[in-house]
């Protein structure tokens, strides 16, 4: 069974290396987090194939959010309309501090995840005020022991995704407003999970929310010889991929929500998004830092065939439904026929 090969505190581990990934990326340049260093306990000096493509994931997901933060925004207005984000199985992410720091937080950032891990991410803002001064305030409170934070614009609230009544009762007690624009983040969780977890969390979360935008960030392919041996090493430490043979392409992942009540889905490799999604400017800038030294610049001549297989296995999808008619242009190419529809998702 898949399921044996499956350990839930390894699982949870994925996240501390994520952190580690995220850290080694931040000191080589390559992107900006005053916090993460608060998550990790022991830093590590990733390869630069783990840096380039940690970052190629972090500048995807930083491109699409700022999609949708801008979205519904006319030229006349001043305010900021009111929208929020939901992170599932968010680990140790910093994204609600940055995005304060750079003055453009939505109106509420919820995240969720097992209690193991918003008890360690509680307990860490508790005792670094470079964190809790950010949420603290007349409303606010912070139980290590529940494994909550609870502020007027940031919750951490801990929750079984699989268990879609208690998801959906920790979405009303976080409260969420369900006809705001939504920003649902999932980054190598819900492959975790089995494929009716999965399709159920999927299909809750388009029934659930009219406006929003769903960001999934997970491995394909598992069948050639780089995706058979990318399960073997998974598995190895515990952390089966329960859901990659429900979806295991591009087509796959489109169909996931597409199937499950989403108005239009769109999946692209990480090759492509690279080579076509994420900004020139920044690619230069990371191509040009890790240029200086003759000896990463031989390295990543030696390793590119590894490279372009390890961005083929891992992919972005984005789902969106638009009930408010906000996200016309939303997407990997603005004003472009890139997405699905329904009909031809179906069809062989």
């Not at 959010?65 to 900021?80: D, K, M, P, V």
């Not at 022991?145 to 009303?172: A, C, F, N, T, W």
């Not at 429900?246 to 769109?266: D, H």
């Not at 610049?297 to 065939?305: D, E, G, Q, R, T």
Request: with cysteine; proline share 3%; net charge neutral.
């Amino acid at each position: 069974m898949a399921e044996s090969r499956s350990n839930r505190a390894a699982v949870q581990a994925t996240n501390d290396d994520a952190s580690a990934s995220k850290l080694s990326c931040v000191k080589k340049g390559y992107m900006k987090d005053d916090y993460v260093h608060l998550f990790v306990k022991r830093p590590l000096r990733r390869s630069p194939i783990i840096n380039r493509g940690y970052f190629s994931r972090w500048a995807a997901f930083r491109k699409l959010l700022a999609q949708f933060l801008e979205s519904g925004i006319s030229s006349n207005e001043t305010a900021q309309p009111k929208k929020q984000i939901l992170s599932l199985g968010a680990g140790f992410d910093t994204t609600y501090f940055q995005l304060l720091d750079e003055g453009k937080a939505p109106f509420l950032y919820v995240e969720l995840d097992f209690k193991e891990v918003t008890s360690k991410k509680a307990a860490v803002i508790e005792n670094s005020s470079q964190l809790r001064d950010k949420i603290l305030g007349a409303n606010s409170s912070i139980s290590v022991e529940e494994g909550q934070v609870l502020s007027d614009h940031y919750k951490l609230l801990p929750v079984d995704l699989r268990d879609i009544p208690k998801l959906r009762d920790v979405v009303s007690f976080a409260g969420m407003d369900l006809s705001l624009p939504t920003f649902i983040i999932a980054e190598c969780v819900l492959i975790y999970l089995d494929p009716d977890s999965s399709r159920a969390i999927v299909n809750w979360a388009s029934k659930t929310f009219s406006t929003a935008v769903f960001f999934l960030y997970e491995q394909i392919h598992p069948d050639d010889a780089f995706g058979h041996q990318m399960i073997i090493n998974l598995e190895s430490r515990g952390c089966a991929l329960l859901s990659i043979d429900a979806s295991p392409t591009l087509l796959a992942k489109e169909r996931l929500f597409l199937e499950n009540g989403w108005q239009r889905a769109v999946a692209w490799d990480m090759l492509k998004v690279y080579g076509s999604f994420v900004d020139t400017q920044e690619k230069r800038r990371v191509a040009h830092d890790a240029g200086k030294s003759i000896i990463i610049h031989l390295i990543n001549l030696v390793f590119h065939p590894f490279y372009v297989m390890g961005k083929e296995h891992y992919c972005v999808t984005y789902a969106v439904n638009d009930a408010m008619g906000i996200f016309g242009d939303f997407g990997f190419t603005r004003g472009s026929r890139e997405s699905m529809n329904i009909s031809s998702a179906m069809s062989p």
